[in-house]
Nanobody, 126 residues
Framework: QVQLEESGGGLVQAGGSLKLSCAAS????????VGWFRQAPGKEREIVAV????????YYVDSVKGRFTISRDNANNTVYLQMSSLKPEDTAVYYC???????????????????WGQGTQVTVSS
């Protein structure tokens, strides 16, 4: 069993930065791939970034490439999402999720994940 808790959301002006954290409980967290998803009002949930269990593989949706960086600290059971050059269209609730699957292109699909956090709101003002 893994429990996830996001933090670090808030209100920021366009062009600013935020760093989200996903803290996990569970001794086996380091064996899970972790993804960040987001859902804006009236829109479907979308993948933002994914990291493999070791951190050696990562994926970013095109809209955040070059602006967001996913990283993990397995010693502290935490995955981060550093977000820079934020845009109003980045406004959403951000969720982290953990998957027991090995690294795969299917990790862009939320149905591949076993555990989810409650989410943290990110609001970018123009």
């Amino acid at each position: 069993q893994v429990q996830l808790e996001e933090s670090g959301g808030g209100l920021v002006q366009a062009g600013g930065s935020l760093k989200l954290s996903c803290a996990a409980s569970g001794r086996t967290f380091s064996s899970y791939a972790v993804g960040w998803f987001r859902q804006a009002p009236g829109k479907e949930r979308e993948i933002v970034a994914v990291t493999s269990w070791s951190g050696s593989n990562s994926y970013y949706v095109d809209s955040v490439k070059g602006r967001f960086t996913i990283s993990r600290d397995n010693a502290n059971n935490t995955v981060y999402l550093q977000m820079s050059s934020l845009k109003p269209e980045d406004t959403a609730v951000y969720y982290c999720a953990a998957s027991r699957r090995g690294w795969s292109t299917r990790l862009v699909d939320g149905s591949e994940y076993d555990y989810w956090g409650q989410g943290t709101q990110v609001t970018v003002s123009s």
